[in-house]
């Protein structure tokens, strides 16, 4: 029976456990990287764990997220991770070198090879062939010593794409599509495999818009072939060879087949508040606009922004729209200024940021009050621009673009014929913002710096006999981290400062929930479906343990944040029949008995609601080693008791 890419990537890498459907097993990883705002805590992490160099082939420890330094907070981080990577064999990508998973595209990523990186686009590096997968910091700084990442056996759902993409219609399109046919939990547990005619259509950057965006749907992650296209990429990045085919065999077997004829899809938009809210652009009609942001890791691509350039030259940005314009590196920055690209987009007015994450992640530029922004971005969750009641839609650059000009929701192929552009066949190399380690020899001579916002993480404790507790909060279907845990331009500086961040837990749900939590000392947090959808931030878990969370009850849970809760030591409860959910309210006593003894056997917890006398039936569903990790109180504990 022949494989697919997933299985034959995956088989390669396998180091603990067999590739069975149920089960859980650990691959080998190959390259980690790290970005500022889950990196401090990722390399605090490593530290703990005393292992003096990485034992991968390749970690890189990027700086784009906190790169507005209003206060000493994050230039003191950048300096941390600067010589926490020096000593430790780590690559440095300086800020201004541009958005992680951007520049790890062009420089670092290798076809069939396994990446994790401590933030949730990282399945970017899946539109070069590899398993890349997004996990907490703690995942990647166990893997940076050499551990094994752990994950269940997935399913492999095949996207078949079939036809060409029609002028205005962009791989953002199709992610888009994919959203709509899945939903952001669609992909919970799978892999989602590119394959067909389609796919040889589509360049390196196009794939990696469709896996860094497969994000969204929760799934492990997205992977495309290695193939002609694919070297063609390398080559233009001087990595040659870097290349190898990594092709699913003709008899491949899927778990689910999805067909996509690229022919017949229409610019569409993800409206707010979720990616997969999906409209036809056309369908939505010429609502007037306050802003237009173009970049981000999911678009900020050379071909991406010389479209933009194209459609942009010679006309103005419309007088009530402001439009910013994020290349995603350096790289691509500097073949904008060399190409004339650049002149043509500062010519019509877009307002030109820093190469990294930028608005995207609220780092500045929050719409006006009530404002319509237009993003071709991958998030548009509640608040995450910063401002509360914009209304965020995410659409392709094209869409993008054309609208600003136009200053209303504009569907871009009332523009006629696609401006033609030409991608050069050489990038322009030059890695002069990547600092390379010192030689193992010499790393007692760096000497790391901590500025006063570094603090130490919290360290959970063994798990009890019993969790006798209050819930401190019950919230709804498809929470995100941006609700546990915000990030932005005022609370991202204490990424490194779990006592001062937690002071904004769940702030867009309920401001008294950090004093409340911390009132109670011990408390249960009840959600509903996809609880923890979004990013890989760490800290959406230390924050609530840091207030005392000992057990969070849901519906059903989104993968990364729910490894970290274990990681963490917090336990991850599902209920057993999803309407017992409206049984428990907010502020009620509930005892969960012998729960150690449960938890070790894997059985059904039983949950007594002290307030209404209801017993509620709940599971874990632990693996064993998740199993291990709840009993001992997180993942640090289990290294430390293996010791
Ligand atoms: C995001 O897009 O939400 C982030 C900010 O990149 C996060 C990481 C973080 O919270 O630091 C992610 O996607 O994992
Ligand atoms: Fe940065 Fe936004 Fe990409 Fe997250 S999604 S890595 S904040 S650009």
């Known amino acids: 029976m022949g494989l697919n890419i997933t299985e034959k990537i995956l088989k390669s890498h396998i180091v603990d456990g067999e590739y069975k459907k149920g089960t859980e097993i650990g691959i080998k990883i190959d390259q980690t990287l790290t970005q500022d705002a889950t990196g401090t805590m990722a390399y605090l992490q490593f530290e703990a764990m005393g292992i003096d160099q990485v034992k991968t082939e390749r970690s890189v420890a990027y700086i784009d997220h906190n790169t507005l330094q209003s206060g000493f907070e994050n230039a003191d981080d950048h300096k941390y991770i600067a010589t926490v990577a020096k000593k430790h ?136 072939p290695s193939d002609e296209v694919t070297l063609q990429f390398l080559k233009a990045q001087g990595r040659e060879e870097d290349f190898s085919y990594v092709l699913p065999d003709e008899d491949a077997l899927y778990d689910r087949v999805i067909d996509i004829n690229l022919s017949e899809l229409v610019p569409l938009a993800a409206c707010p508040h979720s990616p997969d809210n999906i409209k036809r652009v056309d369908e939505i009609g010429a609502i007037k606009i306050d802003q237009v942001c173009i970049g981000s890791c999911t678009n900020s691509s050379f071909q991406d922004m010389l479209k933009v350039a194209h459609i942009l030259k010679g006309k103005t940005v419309h007088p009530d729209v402001s439009l910013t314009i994020t290349p995603g590196s350096k790289q691509v920055y500097n073949m904008m200024a060399q190409s004339g690209a650049l002149f043509d987009i500062i010519d019509a007015g877009a307002r030109i940021l820093e190469s990294a994450c930028g608005p995207c992640i609220g780092m500045g530029q929050a719409p006006n009050s009530g404002g319509i922004s237009l993003r071709t971005f991958n998030r548009n969750f509640l608040g995450r621009s910063g401002t509360r009641d914009a209304q965020v839609y995410l659409v392709s650059p094209e869409t993008a673009a054309v609208s600003a000009i136009n200053g209303f929701f504009s569907d871009p192929r009332v523009m006629g014929d696609m401006p033609k552009y030409i991608m050069p066949e050489k990038f322009l190399i030059n890695d002069n913002m990547i600092t390379p380690p010192v030689s193992a020899e010499k790393s007692d001579e760096v000497e790391v710096v901590r500025g006063p916002n570094i603090k130490p993480f919290p360290l959970n404790v063994e798990l009890g006999d019993e969790i006798t507790a209050e819930v401190s909060l019950k919230v709804g279907d498809n929470i995100t981290t941006d609700h546990i845990m915000p990030a932005g331009a005022k609370i991202l500086p204490l990424r490194s400062n779990i006592p001062a961040i937690s002071e904004y837990c769940f702030e867009v749900c309920d401001s008294d929930f950090a004093k409340r939590a911390k009132d109670l000392e011990r408390s249960i947090v009840v959600g509903g479906s996809n609880y923890g959808q979004g990013s890989s931030r760490e800290h959406a878990a230390l924050a609530p343990l840091y207030l005392g969370v000992k057990a969070v009850i849901a519906k059903s849970f989104a993968r990364i944040h729910r490894s970290n809760l274990i990681n963490n030591g917090i336990l991850p409860l599902t209920f057993i029949n999803e309407s017992d959910y409206d049984k428990i309210n907010q502020g009620d006593a509930l005892e969960l008995p012998n729960i150690k003894q449960i938890v070790k056997s894997d059985g059904i917890v039983e949950i007594i609601n002290k307030t209404t006398g209801e017993v509620i039936k709940a599971e874990a569903n632990l693996s064993p080693r998740a199993r291990d990790m709840i009993l001992l109180g997180g993942l640090i504990n289990l290294i430390k008791s293996k010791a």
């Open 89 to 224: 064999g780590i690559y440095f990508s300086r800020p201004g070198n541009g958005i992680c998973h951007q520049v790890h595209l062009e420089r670092f990523g290798k076809p069939g090879k396994t990446l994790i990186g401590s933030d949730s686009h990282t399945p970017t590096c899946g539109g070069l062939g590899m398993i890349a997968i997004g996990a907490g910091g703690l995942d990647v700084a166990v893997a940076m010593g050499g551990g094994a990442y752990y994950i269940p056996v997935p399913e492999v759902v095949n996207v078949r794409l079939s036809g060409k993409l029609s002028d205005w219609v962009s791989a953002k399109d199709v992610i888009l599509k994919v959203l709509e046919i899945l939903t952001v939990k669609g992909g919970v547990g799978k892999i989602i495999e590119y394959t067909g005619e389609g796919v040889k259509t589509l360049s390196v950057p196009e794939r990696s818009t469709i896996t860094n965006m497969g994000a969204e749907l929760g799934a492990t992650t997205s992977i495309f």
